[in-house]
């Protein structure tokens, strides 16, 4: 069965700051990787997703890579604000089923 | 561009009662899906269907949980016994043209459900 870690599960950093959010998947065979955001209590909102056959996508000041050989995928956040505060969530598509990780939870502190 | 609709926000009942989430995907979306979310097991895929049929069910805990999707735009998950275990937020997602494999999914604000 596909396993999804999340590192670190929390993470708080100083406004302006750059940062990165790792994924880790056991099995390489994945459909696509999807990063989300979730707010308290809302659903969640897709960020970005990468088809297998694609290395990295970007939509504003997110960067999300996949790395499939290694199992690996990181979202990078340029110049975080405020409002980047919120828990961030990777989900690998494979077969029929979505295997979501337990979610990174950030604080941009002002 | 009205999103996923799920309802009620918040359901609060006692075990053994039934309990009926609902939800209405995006218009014009084929796929829909149910979600769990705990904070032991965090979110786990219960169901999903494409073009109204279920499609995988694998993820449904026991025979107590039942889903339908009677048309395109209306989808029910029911718990009859409820149990405490059941208590979870209960979220519903869509998505265009295709099931699991190829589209972002779009995420209703969920149902925060309680069994005492």
């Known amino acids: 069965k596909q396993e999804v870690t999340q590192i670190p599960a929390a993470l708080s950093v100083p406004e302006g700051e750059n940062l990165v959010l790792n994924c880790s998947f056991t099995?390489?065979?994945?459909?696509?990787l999807q990063w989300f955001r979730q707010d308290p209590g809302k659903g969640l909102t897709s960020l970005l997703l990468?088809?297998?056959?694609?290395r990295e996508q970007t939509s504003g000041r997110l960067n999300a890579s996949l790395d499939k050989s290694s199992g690996r995928s990181t979202l990078y956040i340029a110049a975080s604000q405020p409002g980047d505060s919120a828990t961030y969530l990777c989900?690998?598509?494979?077969?029929?089923?979505?295997?979501f990780g337990t979610g990174t939870s950030l604080t941009v502190i002002p | 561009d009205a999103g996923v609709i799920q309802s009620p926000r918040h359901e609060v009942t006692e075990m053994g009662q039934e309990v009926t989430l609902r939800c209405k995907p995006i218009?014009?979306?084929?796929?829909l899906f149910w979600y769990r979310q705990t904070m032991m097991r965090g979110l786990e895929l219960l169901i999903y269907?494409?073009?109204?049929?279920?499609?995988?069910d694998s993820g449904m805990p026991e025979d107590r949980f039942s889903a339908k999707m009677p048309n395109a735009s209306f989808s029910t998950l029911k718990i009859q016994p409820s149990e405490p275990r059941d208590s979870a937020v209960y979220f519903c997602?869509?998505?265009?043209?295709?099931?699991?494999?190829?589209?972002?999914?779009?995420f209703g604000d969920g149902t925060r459900l309680s069994i005492l």
């Open positions: 997602a869509s998505t265009l043209r295709g099931g699991v494999s190829n589209q972002p999914q779009h």
């Open positions: 099995d390489s065979a994945i459909y696509n």
């Open positions: 990468i088809q297998s056959s694609q």
């Open positions: 989900a690998v598509s494979a077969g029929n089923q979505f295997y």
């Open positions: 218009s014009g979306h084929n796929s």
């Open positions: 269907f494409n073009n109204n049929v279920p499609i995988d």
